[in-house]
C-alpha cells in the first residue's frame, strides 16, 4: 500500500511556473512507476506525464511537451512536475498516481494509488 500527497499548487499568472511535488508513504516509491494526471472544471481526468520507476524514461502528453518535466527522487520517495510557461488551460486539479510496473504508463486504469489532489490556477 501506498499514500501519497500531493503539494505546491497554487495560483500564478500566465508564463508563470510551479512546481507540484508528490511525497510517498508505505512501501517506497521505486517500487512503482509515477505518473500525474490533471481534471479541469467540467471535463475527464486526463494524462499529463510519466515516469519509470529507475526514472530512466519519461513520456508526456502532447500539450505540455517542452514546458513541463517529471522527476523522481527515489531516496527521498518524491516525484515532481515542474511546470513552466503555464497557460490557463492548465488550469486543473493534478494528481500524482502510482502503478504497480517498471515502465511509465499513460492509461489511468493502468495505476493502482492515487493521491488526494492539488489545485493548480493560471490566471491570464
Known amino acids: 500500500q501506498v499514500q501519497l500527497v500531493e503539494s505546491g499548487g497554487g495560483l500564478v499568472q500566465a508564463g508563470g511556473s510551479l512546481r507540484l511535488s508528490c511525497a510517498a508513504s508505505?512501501?517506497?516509491?521505486?517500487?512503482?512507476?509515477m505518473g500525474w494526471f490533471r481534471q479541469a472544471p467540467g471535463k475527464e481526468r486526463e494524462f499529463v506525464a510519466a515516469i519509470s520507476k529507475s526514472g530512466s524514461s519519461t513520456y508526456y502528453t502532447e500539450a505540455v511537451k517542452g514546458r513541463f518535466t517529471i522527476s523522481r527522487d527515489n531516496a527521498k520517495n518524491t516525484v515532481a512536475l515542474q511546470m513552466n510557461f503555464l497557460k490557463p488551460e492548465d488550469t486543473a486539479v493534478y494528481y500524482c498516481?502510482?502503478?504497480?510496473?517498471?515502465?511509465?504508463?499513460?492509461?489511468?486504469?493502468?495505476?493502482?494509488?492515487w493521491g488526494q489532489g492539488t489545485q493548480v490556477t493560471v490566471s491570464s
Open positions: 498516481a502510482a502503478a504497480k510496473s517498471p515502465y511509465y504508463q499513460t492509461l489511468e486504469y493502468m495505476y493502482d494509488f
Open positions: 508505505g512501501r517506497t516509491t521505486s517500487s512503482y512507476a
